[in-house]
């Protein structure tokens, strides 16, 4: 029997329905609490994309902060698929494949 979950993490479920094993709405994916916001600058086929987001970083000797960047592979479900410039909400689960061990689960806002 599939699970269906309505909220995960304040979340809700997007309106579109899909048949991704991997999609923790629809499928059997369970998620974990540590999660990564960042805006999506690449979109694979296979249901991928890659996030990236900027922090900033001290360095003592010149007491001024530097911009490091950040990315990450993450699933993007096809109920959800986000696109390009969209600001996204992944959440870690299980190992997915070789680099991926996050998911999609909440588009936050079109910045484009
Ligand atoms: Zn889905």
């Known amino acids: 029997?599939?699970?269906k979950?309505?909220?995960?993490?304040?979340?809700?479920?997007p309106k579109k329905t899909c048949t991704d094993k991997?999609?923790?709405?629809?499928?059997?994916?369970?998620?974990k609490k540590e999660s990564h916001?960042?805006?999506i600058f690449k979109k694979d086929i296979h249901h991928t994309a890659t996030i990236e987001w900027f922090r900033?970083?001290?360095?003592k000797k010149y007491e001024r902060f530097e911009k490091r960047r950040s990315?990450?592979?993450?699933?993007?479900?096809?109920c959800l698929d986000a696109q390009v410039g969209q600001e996204v909400l992944a959440l870690r689960c299980r190992p997915l494949s070789k680099t991926k061990n996050f998911v999609i689960v909440k588009i936050i806002e079109c910045k484009k």
């Open 37 to 39: 916001t960042g805006v």
């Open 5 to 13: 979950q309505e909220k995960i993490f304040g979340a809700s479920a």
């Open 71 to 78: 990315r990450l592979r993450v699933h993007n479900p096809p």
């Open 22 to 31: 991997k999609c923790p709405f629809h499928g059997t994916l369970n998620v």
């Open 56 to 59: 900033p970083y001290f360095i």
């Open 1 to 3: 029997m599939v699970k």
